[in-house]
């Protein structure tokens, strides 16, 4: 089997045709000015999950969103004046932002990795606001490589990364930034560089008129206790690898498990556990006749790494 045989030129047919491939929650790669970006639909949980398999990332990033229209910005993000004149100022380009979320839209979780916070950006590349435009919705993208590899910046180290992982590559060439985005945080008072990339911090700073803080966090492993406490718990006790219900608790099945009030997966696909994850915690956290939570062990393999690293958490008591 040739790897590239799912290489497509951008032209305007087969960008099309990728946006089908979008709206039916499959996954495709595209370029962006920094760097090939692997999208899928944001609201499409089984979507989302099935990029994190096909990275192979052993815990849920937070992953950006990628828009066309800064209107679109309103839908989810907390936005203010520094925010609008940052966008209108470095958009579309190199740049992302970590936004509060204004509501609690449970699909967005996986995309959000379960934290308060979503992170966004408006890409600089003509096939990638087409793309997002005939979408119909934004695009979550992380770099189109394996966990661990280096960031792809043509349609060829896509594919040799991920081969048929992905369902189309779109070919735009090869990247003009060649690094990913900077990434700032502002949801806070100051400004907080959490990436350094495609924009410099000089040019923030100046447009601001003032410091950006630089945070000692590495982005790549947002699993610090830090970031720990910004991420949705359930309030109810929450048991993990428990073989059956006690009194009192909801109990979230995995696999062949029947005495269970919801089962994340009853054929045992960890792709589609991971994508009800979240929603089924807060189904069971909201649920009037139980005050505790019991789950299922789940297996410590593929996306099994990264459930069992979020359910921890989630567990885990203050
Ligand atoms: O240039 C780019 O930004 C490329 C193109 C495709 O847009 N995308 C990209 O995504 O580099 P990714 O997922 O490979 O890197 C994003 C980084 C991850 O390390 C993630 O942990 C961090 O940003 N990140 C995202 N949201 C965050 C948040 N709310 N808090 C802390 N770190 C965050
Ligand atoms: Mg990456």
Redesign the pocket.
């Known amino acids: 089997m040739s790897m590239k045989n799912n290489i497509y030129q951008n032209t305007e047919e087969n960008i099309k045709k990728a946006a089908e491939v979008i709206k039916n929650g499959g996954l495709v790669a595209f370029p ?7 999208g899928a639909n944001v609201y499409n949980a089984k979507a989302v999950a099935s990029i994190y398999a096909a990275k192979g990332r052993p815990a849920f ?4 969103s ?1 828009i066309a229209e800064k209107d679109f910005l309103k839908e989810y993000a907390a936005v203010d004046e520094r925010v609008l004149a940052l966008a209108d100022k470095f958009w579309p380009g ?1 740049l ?1 932002f ?1 936004l509060n979320r204004v509501e609690e839209n449970p699909a967005l979780d996986l995309a ?2 379960g ?1 308060r ?3 966004v ?1 408006m ?1 600089a590349h003509p096939t990638a606001l087409a793309l997002i435009k005939k979408s119909g919705v934004p695009i979550v ?5 394996r966990s661990q590899t280096i ?1 792809p910046t043509t349609a060829f180290h896509v594919a040799d990364s991920l081969g048929d992982k992905v369902d189309m590559i779109l070919d735009g060439g090869q990247c003009r ?1 060649g ?3 900077t ?1 700032i ?1 502002i949801t806070g008072k100051n400004v907080v560089l ?2 350094a ?2 924009v410099a911090l000089e040019d923030l700073e100046e447009f601001l008129g003032e410091k950006v803080l630089i945070s000692h ?6 699993t610090s206790p830090g ?1 720990m406490l910004k991420h949705y718990a359930p309030s109810h006790d929450f048991r993990i690898n428990a073989l059956s219900r006690e009194d009192g608790e909801f109990f979230i099945g995995f696999g062949a498990v029947t005495d269970c009030d919801l089962n994340l997966s009853p054929s045992g696909d960890l792709c589609e556990a991971a994508a009800n994850l979240f929603a089924y915690m807060r189904l069971a956290d909201a649920d009037k006749n139980h005050d505790k939570i019991a789950m299922s062990p789940i297996p410590e393999t593929g996306l099994g790494l990264a459930i069992n690293d979020r359910i921890r958490r989630a567990a885990y008591k203050k």
């Open positions: 962006t000015e920094t760097v090939y970006g692997l990033n937070p992953l950006i990628h190199p992302t970590v959000c990795a934290l916070t979503i992170t950006r890409p993208a992380p770099s189109a490589n960031s930034v690094v990913e985005s990434i945080d959490l990436r990339g495609g966090g590495n982005p790549d492993l947002p970031q």
